[in-house]
């Protein structure tokens, strides 16, 4: 019997074995399916943070793209780029104070601990320098967005555009005012109670030598004025502000009665100017009359009198080549005489009592020279009216 059970027990050992084994291989395959499913869940909440993250860095780059895009129409002009012609370029990157964006202005709150880069560069795709100041000039504004702790997470959006600037008085996509083209004359709601016999002359013959931005042509009493060589009165279209004609640039703001208040964003403007041109470019705050005679045909002036300094009397032998321009509305211009303006005089408001001895001769005023003494004719220089950026369709990248 011993010898019997000595192969029944052998049977149950290998049964035994086999059910270990089977229990193991059991085992192991749970183990891998069950890190294949941790593996997957982890990748699955990688893959939805870092399209979050994706989606964030997208919100960033283009909010900071139209961020950049108004802040260029203010500071085109001080850009330095890195060269004149197409290809040239500026980058926020190490522009210190002058950048539109910071790293810090970008810091997600929601998540609390994700921020995201920003940086903005300018490209040109026409030169600076072109021969014709009323060649269109080209941009390219492109904003990158980058995750801080992701830097493979980014997103780049860019777009094309034009650069022009507001002005009636210009060439309609001129880069750079440098040709400035008005009445002798040019008033905002009317002109009255003129006395004596002053003199105003049309750039040609038969042409507009009295100018209103705002209101009709029956608003303009000539009275004794003289409009010589055939000039007549014309309206604008449009009934723009005298700011907005003269410079491109809203007022500060408008009265009760619907009437613009100032043109303190021009007056910013070309305080600025002052700074770079202060032979050419006068912004006065006094109240004394004026008696200093400026410019010359191929250099012409800007003389802008403040709401502070009224309207100042030029008189006493004064000659003026230039653009002559009274902030306030309330001028009473009697006291004016032995005064002669070659370009353009311009009221806001409703000036009266223009008195006698006074020529105003419309002229076609060139600023090129502003231009070609800040280094080479770049036509973001001049500043005389602000800039305007125009989208071009289907320029829109994001990549």
């Given at each position: ?29 749970a183990?891998?399916g ?48 890195s ?19 910071t ?26 320098s ?17 995750a801080e702790?992701?830097?493979?997470v ?6 094309d ?16 005012i ?21 003199e ?100 012409p ?8 300094a009224?309207?100042?009397?030029i ?66 220089a ?18």
């Amino acid at each position: 019997m011993t010898a019997d059970r000595i192969p029944h027990r052998g049977a149950r050992r290998q049964g035994g074995a086999a059910v270990l084994t089977m229990t193991l291989i059991l085992l192991g395959l749970a183990t891998f399916g069950a890190l294949a499913v941790a593996s997957g869940t982890l990748s699955s909440h990688r893959g939805a943070g870092t399209d979050q993250r994706g989606k964030e860095v997208y919100a960033v780059a283009t909010g900071g793209l139209n961020h950049a895009l108004a802040w260029f129409e203010e500071h085109a002009g001080s850009l330095a780029f890195s060269d004149d012609d197409a290809g040239g370029v500026w980058r926020s990157a190490g522009a210190g104070t002058t950048s539109p964006v910071t790293a810090t202005a970008y810091v997600d709150k929601s998540l609390g601990t994700d921020a995201y880069d920003l940086a903005i560069e300018y490209e040109l795709l026409s030169t600076l320098s072109a021969t014709d100041p009323s060649d269109p000039l080209l941009v390219r504004a492109r904003a990158t967005g980058r995750a801080e702790g992701d830097s493979h997470v980014q997103r780049t959006v860019s777009v094309d555009l034009l650069l022009t600037r507001k002005s009636v008085f210009s060439p309609l996509f001129a880069a750079a005012i440098d040709s400035f083209s008005a009445p002798a004359v040019l008033v905002e709601d009317g002109l009255s109670g003129i006395t004596g016999t002053p003199e105003a002359y049309p750039l040609v013959d038969d042409g507009i030598a009295i100018g209103i931005t705002r209101g009709g042509t029956a608003d303009v009493a000539t009275g004794n004025l003289s409009l010589e060589d055939g000039g007549k009165v014309g309206a604008l279209s449009g009934t723009p502000s005298l700011s907005e004609a003269v410079f491109g640039l809203s007022p500060s703001g408008y009265d009760g009665d619907g009437n613009p208040v100032g043109a303190n964003a021009a007056e910013q403007m070309l305080r600025a100017l002052a700074e770079r041109h202060p032979d050419a470019v006068k912004v006065v705050d006094s109240s004394a009359n004026w008696h200093q005679s400026l410019g010359s045909a191929d250099e012409p002036v800007i003389v802008f009198f403040t709401e502070e300094a009224g309207c100042p009397k030029i008189n006493g032998n004064t000659t003026i080549h230039g653009l002559v321009y009274f902030e306030t509305r309330d001028c009473q211009a009697n006291g004016w005489g032995k005064a002669t303006i070659y370009g353009s005089v311009a009221f806001a408001g409703a000036p009266t009592k223009l008195s006698a001895n006074t020529e105003f001769h419309a002229r076609q005023l060139d600023f090129s020279y502003l231009a070609e003494a800040e280094g080479g004719g770049n036509r973001f220089a001049l500043g005389l009216a602000k800039a305007e950026l125009v989208r071009i369709p289907g320029s829109w990248r994001d990549f």
